[in-house]
């Protein structure tokens, strides 16, 4: 047992100062990879001195400690798995026409929108599976491999922005959202002057729910709605093809899962289109969500309407809209009035395209990431 956990113990330090030396010869062309490589080295060495500590101090070659030793080993290593995948692994792939172009289009968009944070690093290490997602921690958000060749999805990353925006300003965007919602559970309709079982069940999931996934959820689509306008209805609509086939759109077998049905988000979607001034594109993509729905009759499950009454889901739209505005985010339109071209409207571009010239769309693509590609290269 000592040879063994003294070896694992080992094993972990030469990996961790393996991969240090490696980045330590690694050239990178942008300040923002360089600043992502510097924050995993030190993130390395500071691993690493816990684990020479660790060998230094001798407490693994006594028996005594072995089973201590064992647990701080666990913890030891996923500590070192974390770095490894968010940020290791990103920064040591790094490819200036990928993570690059990003970095270019991510500043570009936190200048569009008025956000003065700084601009995480923006990682093609994701898969199909797991699509975009954000690891708020390491401040980077990890897209599917290859994406920095299309367009479409594009508005799905001002939505993983909006987890970062919703980490330093939770505050301001959900205002008395909270309040307000225990208050409706609290006083939903109740049956013969009885809850029945199933409505009392169902209110106390969707309160734990809302606090945990769901308000953060809608609130980042919501942003994402204000930041980047209908491109981002599109999107949604997108997945929602490949959800309704399985009956999902409704969130049917499921209903508690982290993300909100994806009927509720589009209808948050919907709403803040309208506040953004968005109107006649807003009845364009609802015109759409009900030939879908109508087409593939996904069905509701049991208190659905009462989980997700009308009033909750604008008093957050409302929330939130007024909450970008009290931190000085620039609306979709008022990206258009302030730049010419934001990337804002070039995606929106890219969903004009393929909506209405199809035939003609791979080529206008290709066109407008060359160009974008052109001003680092």
Sequence with gaps: MIALLKGMFIDLHNRTDAMVDRLAKQTLDTPGASSFKETTILELLALKQKLRSLLDEGILDDPFFAPNSSIIYSHLEEEFREIEQYLYQPISRYDLRAEGYFELIIHSIYKEINFSQKPPFVSTMSNSDAYFRAYPKYKIIMLPQGEEKHLLNLGDLYHEIGHLIYMQYDTFLIGDFVQRMTDHYR?????????????????????????????????????????????????????????????????????????????????IILRMLDLIGCKTQAAAIASTWHDLTAATQNSKPPYYDEVFPADLLSLIAQNVFNGCCDIMLQSYPQQLANDTRPVSKIINEAWDKILIDPDNSTQWTIEQINNILSWIL
């Design 187 to 267: 006083n939903v309709p109740q049956h013969g002057g009885k809850r029945d079982h199933g409505m009392k069940i169902s209110v106390q999931h969707a309160r734990q729910a809302w606090k945990e996934t769901w308000m953060e959820e809608l609130a980042c689509d919501l942003m994402a709605t204000y930041a980047v306008g209908p491109a981002y209805g599109w999107s949604h609509l997108k997945i929602c093809v490949l959800s309704s086939k399985q009956n999902t759109l409704f969130s049917k077998s499921n209903l508690f899962r982290n993300h909100p049905p994806d009927d509720i988000r589009m209808q």
